[in-house]
Structure formats: C-alpha cells, structure tokens
C-alpha cells in the first residue's frame, strides 16, 4: 500500500466550527488531492496540490481551504463547518508521470451536527 | 472536456456468472483510464488502468477491461463472480492536467 495517512480518522463537530484534516504521504509524489464521497455522486474533488504552495479548486471547493507547506503534508479546512460538508473524505497522491497512478489514504469520517 | 459515464448504479449476479460493468468516458484525446474497487467502510484499491498500450488491460482478482476508442468505453469484466466481488466500483478518467474525473460508481450484488 502507498505510504498515505489520514488524520483524524473519525471526527463530530458542531455547525459553525472550523475543522483540519491532514494528509501525511511517505512517497515523495508531486501531487496531493481532497475529495469528498457522498451516495450518489461518487468521490468529488475539493482541491489538489501540484507542488509545495501550488494549488487549485476542484469541483465543490467552496467552504473549504487547503494549504501545502511541504511536499508530504496537505491539510484541508472547513472553515465554518455546516451540516452539508458531512461526509467521508478521502486524500489521495500521484506522480506527474503519464498514465500516473491515483493513491487513496484510508479515509476521515465527518459528521456535522 | 472529461467525463466518465457509468452505466448502470447497481449490478446483480449470481455466484460463478460473467461480471459486466459498464463505463462511457468523454475525452479530447486518448485518456489514461482506471477502475478502482471500494469494499464496504474502505478505501479504493485500484483494480487495473489503461495508458494507451493494450487496449486489453488485466488487473488484479481475474478482472480485465477492453479499451474501445471508437465506443469511447472501457467496461470491467470477470468470467465467474465471487462473494468477495461485492463492492463498489468507479470508473476513472485521468486528463493531462492530472486531474481524475470519476463516475458515480456501479455497487455489485453477489448472489450466492
């Protein structure tokens, strides 16, 4: 298994709070990833780093931050948690190599109450 | 523009039948593609990918995917289900941005 891990696990938090979630990657690979997983619509993505302070919006971003200081730490905020952003979230890296393969960490369960 | 199109959102089979899941990608130009499998409460394992070589892909647990360019498909199969197949699965196309668009995901059922 790719060297990804995800932190915290599980987390419950109230509507309003601002919430950090960290991505901690052992491979060196340029490129780290947010997404969200909800039914019915597959994994989303947030945002995504392509380098240490380089990064872009995905999909769904609004409501949420992310920052890149060093290459093996993304860390994703909610900075106003609201009941929606209630989901499981799932980092993911990858090379920049064509035909580079997608790594997934293990997964944080957020519940928004 | 990239998009994946998973057919079907849920696939029933019985134990030791064909496995077809279905997938449709939209992209400018010959896209990397993948297929990841996601057990109950997991992550994703990938399954197999196709980057432009044999167009027939082999992956890990007997499945394999066939790249049609002029179908723009990539459907997943396995000759003979097993109960550990269930899962979920997600068609995934890579653009040369580096970023992956994934479909809604097929859940298959295996009916023993």
């Known amino acids: 298994d790719a060297g990804i891990t995800q932190s915290p696990r599980h987390k419950v938090t109230e509507t309003g709070t601002p919430v950090t979630l960290r991505c901690h990657q052992t491979?060196?690979?340029?490129?780290m990833y947010w997404y969200r997983q909800d039914p019915g619509h597959g994994l989303r993505l947030i945002h995504y780093?392509?380098?240490?302070?380089?990064?872009d919006k995905g999909e769904v971003s609004d409501g949420y931050s992310v920052s890149r200081s060093k290459t093996e730490d993304f860390l994703l905020t909610l900075e106003s948690a609201t009941s929606s952003q209630t989901s499981v979230y799932f980092c993911?890296?990858?090379?920049?190599?064509?035909?580079?393969?997608?790594?997934f960490g293990p997964g944080t369960r957020l519940l928004v109450l | 523009a990239q998009s994946v199109t998973q057919l079907d959102s849920h696939v029933s089979v019985s134990e030791g039948t064909p496995v077809l899941l279905r997938c449709n990608y939209s992209s400018s130009y010959s896209p990397s593609l993948f297929w990841y499998v996601q057990h109950p409460n997991k992550g994703l394992q990938l399954l197999l990918k196709y980057t432009s070589a044999a167009t027939l892909v082999k992956g890990i647990n007997g499945f394999e995917a066939e790249f049609k360019k002029s179908e723009t498909s990539f459907h997943l199969t396995k000759p003979s289900a097993h109960m550990s197949d269930a899962a979920e699965y997600f068609c995934v196309v890579r653009t040369t941005g580096n970023q992956f668009y994934f479909g809604t995901g097929t859940s298959l059922t295996v009916i023993p």
């Open positions: 993911a890296i990858s090379g920049a190599g064509e035909g580079e393969t997608q790594y």
């Open positions: 491979e060196n690979h340029r490129y």
């Open positions: 780093s392509y380098g240490v302070k380089d990064t």
